[in-house]
């Protein structure tokens, strides 16, 4: 009984090592195949328009999805549009489920949190309220509810140093998932104010600009890049050189122009 015993236990452990070899090998197996990837892997808000949201088709479409696939096709890979939480952005980046985030991506305040290309926009925070609410500057928000998207370049710049006295000068200070939400609310009367990107905020104010108003007085004023995880300067150099190209044959104007009606790029000023 003991002889058999034995010949069982060596038995296995020869098919346990066998397994945990054969894990090994396919553990590196797929990181090899994600390191010679042929395709190109961006990050998302599905709910940002205009750069990036969910057409009338049904397909991924907007000012930054345009640009990325144009990118990819250059780069000679294949686009894979991901739309992610956008708080769940760093982790997603980390894992390696996305290649970059390019979806009106802020730089500022981040400047050592990933790896950039260049500023390819300008852009400001500013205050959206309806039509007739008294609301003309920020002092005026003084007691009012303010919303914003988690973890956006509008919540960041009111929680920003420089702006303590006005957040504390809000009745309430509330976040939502999407922007789609925060302006049904506004809509609704469920809040009296949103603080939000001005591309994003003149996209959906189009042809409802005697509903809304947005104020003159800018929170802040920001940059817009792609963001790599810290240190993939080989991909943002790819990406760089062909964003640049994109600039010298016309196709970033064109592409600005369809979404913003002028050429807002700032690369290589």
Not at 117 to 139: F, H
Not at 231 to 244: I, K, M, P, S, Y
């Amino acid at each position: 009984m003991k002889k058999v015993l034995a010949i069982l236990l060596a038995v296995g452990m020869v098919v346990s090592m066998t397994a945990c070899g054969n894990t090994s090998k396919e553990s590196s197996n797929n990181t090899a195949n994600k390191a010679d990837s042929k395709t190109f892997t961006v990050g998302f808000d599905q709910d940002f328009p205009p750069f990036g949201y969910v057409g009338d088709d049904g397909e991924f479409t907007g000012f930054d999805i345009d640009m990325a696939k144009e990118c990819a096709k250059r780069m000679g890979k294949e686009i894979v549009l991901q739309p992610i939480d956008w708080d769940a952005k760093d982790m997603e980046l980390e894992a390696g489920t996305i290649d970059c985030i390019w979806n009106g991506f802020t730089i500022n305040g981040r400047e050592d949190d990933y790896t950039w290309t260049d500023a390819y926009m300008d852009n400001s925070q500013v205050v959206v309220t309806k039509a007739g609410s008294g609301i003309e500057k920020l002092s005026d928000l003084a007691g009012k509810v303010v919303e914003v998207q988690k973890e956006s370049s509008a919540q960041s710049a009111l929680e920003d140093e420089n702006h303590a006295d006005l957040l504390a000068s809000f009745g309430q200070f509330l976040t939502v998932s999407e922007y789609n939400t925060a302006f049904m609310d506004l809509e609704s009367g469920a809040v009296d104010a949103i603080a939000i990107d001005i591309g994003v905020a003149k996209f959906q104010l189009e042809g409802k600009e005697d509903q809304f108003t947005i104020l003159e007085e800018t929170i802040s004023t920001e940059q817009y890049g792609v963001g790599f995880l810290k240190g993939n300067e080989e991909l943002r150099d790819e990406v760089q050189t062909t964003l640049l190209e994109m600039v010298a044959d016309g196709t970033f104007s064109e592409i600005s122009n369809k979404y913003f009606g002028y050429d807002v790029n700032i690369l290589g000023e």
